[in-house]
């Protein structure tokens, strides 16, 4: 296998080639296999960028590996005037959408739903076939991964009483996270959290699990 742990400044020659879409090159973890079809373990640095077409990592054993975005099915948008443009990257921006962003155009993951929404702003939304390497925001990589990941995540609850759930906790919640989520909840059972706290107007009282009947 050729495990690679660094990213290099880019160079004039390399040995192998990774052809990776934009969710493979935003992983720091990743196992794949070069344009040759050799098995490649990837163990980058967390919390950096994702990785961009043409960038040169370096593997264990010293040899160099070019990153290439794949293409991939995109929605190319354009609109009649830059006011239009604004407001359709307003609204994609508003679902933390990951958008790349050209000269009078804007560039998402195709999408049904946001090209109908699009559409009803008055932009034209066009399926492309093209590598795909957007914005990665004024915060870094954070922002990516905090929107990728929001389709699998729970709300956290803003109460600090950890004896209290908000209804709007008990959404989605991404596979093993759930337990984790209820051992937040029991932390501090009882009225308040240990801290001098009592549950917020709003909030229902969670049942300590020692305490909740056994089904028969």
């Not at 495990?3 to 973890?29: D, G, M, T, Y």
């Not at 990837?42 to 975005?69: I, K, M, N, S």
């Not at 932009?123 to 390497?133: D, G, H, N, R």
């Not at 009882?190 to 009592?198: A, E, H, S, V």
């Amino acid at each position: 296998m050729l495990v690679i742990h660094r990213r290099i400044a880019p160079q004039a020659q390399w040995a192998a080639e990774l052809l990776l879409n934009f969710e493979a090159r935003s992983k720091s973890r990743l196992r794949c296999f070069s344009a040759d079809g050799e098995d490649v373990g990837l163990f980058l640095e967390r919390g950096q960028p994702p990785l961009h077409d043409g960038e040169c990592l370096q593997a264990e054993d010293g040899r160099v590996v070019r990153v290439c975005a794949r293409p991939e099915q995109l929605l190319h948008v354009t609109c009649s005037s830059a006011f239009e443009l604004t407001r359709a990257a307003y609204h994609l921006g508003n679902r933390h959408v990951a958008l790349q962003v050209g000269d009078g155009w804007l560039r998402l993951l195709d999408d049904y739903v946001l090209k109908a929404m699009l559409e009803q702003l008055g932009a034209k939304a066009e399926t492309i076939e093209a590598p795909f390497q957007p914005e990665h925001g004024a915060y870094g990589a954070a922002i990516i991964i905090r929107a990728m990941a929001m389709k699998t995540s729970t709300t956290r609850p803003s109460c600090i009483n950890s004896a209290c759930v908000h209804e709007s906790s008990l959404g989605i919640v991404a596979p093993g996270q759930s337990a984790i989520a209820d051992w937040r909840l029991q932390l501090f059972p009882g009225p308040g959290n240990g801290r001098g706290q009592r549950p917020r107007a709003g909030c229902r009282q969670r049942t300590p699990l020692d305490q909740r009947p056994v089904a028969a």
